[in-house]
């Protein structure tokens, strides 16, 4: 059977590096611009459910009953941003996958 062995010379490795080089380094450059625009802001919410001052958030939370409650949040963002604006939000403490 035919096979192909390539012999890796120390000259083929320099222009096999290179070559890469000139095509990864743009696309580095191009995603490092690209997230420097980015603008994120953070908030946490958790602290202004009813309750939370008295210490009676957790049981507001557990007689609840999987029924969530309405929370309005404003945030102002430090920068102008232009469309599309995504806005994404973290969860703490919870399962995925935890069915109840």
Known sequence: M???RPVLTPAWAIVI???LALVFIPLGAASLAATQAVVEVSQRYDDRLPGADNGEREALLQSQGGEG???NV???APDKM???IF???EVDGMMQNHRR
């Open 87 to 89: 806005i994404y939000y």
């Open 17 to 19: 590096f290179v070559v």
């Open 2 to 4: 035919w096979a192909c």
């Open 82 to 84: 232009e469309a599309p």
């Open 74 to 76: 404003q945030m102002t």
């Open 69 to 71: 409650s309405v929370l």
